[in-house]
């Protein structure tokens, strides 16, 4: 099976940075097989996908993070990061890392047809 961890949540002011890391284990896991993305959910909002990353390391951000968020990867120890400058109150959220085997994330929330989920790390950002 696979696991998904995310650390690095916490309370941050307006303007400040926040790197969230997402650990994944399980024998069958590689990251050349499974699709990598970052989503998050706010209060009343619907859960939304942010940043990606394919087997390939091809990445790809939403329009409302871009030039502010970054997702990489570190396939030595299955981790994926997501780097997040430049925060806004708006970005107040519960982050998820998810995983997808192939490279297919479908466009229909709340799942965007992801194979695994992590329990989400909290994201408060202060005016």
């Known amino acids: 099976q696979v696991q998904l961890v995310e650390s690095g949540g916490g309370l941050v002011q307006a303007g400040g940075s926040l790197r969230l890391s997402c650990v994944a284990s399980g024998r069958t896991f590689s990251f050349n097989t499974h699709t990598m993305a970052w989503f998050r959910q706010a209060p009343g909002k619907e859960r939304e996908l942010l940043a990606m990353v394919t087997s390939g390391g091809t990445t790809a951000h939403a329009d409302s993070v871009k030039g502010r968020f970054t997702i990489s990867r570190d396939a030595a120890v299955n981790k994926v990061d997501l780097q997040m400058n430049s925060l806004k109150p708006e970005d107040t959220a519960v982050y998820y890392c998810?995983?997808?085997?192939?490279?297919?994330?479908?466009?229909?929330?709340?799942?965007?047809?992801?194979?695994?989920w992590g329990k989400g790390t909290l994201v408060t950002v202060s005016s």
């Open positions: 998810a995983a997808v085997k192939g490279g297919v994330v479908v466009q229909t929330p709340p799942n965007y047809g992801m194979d695994y």
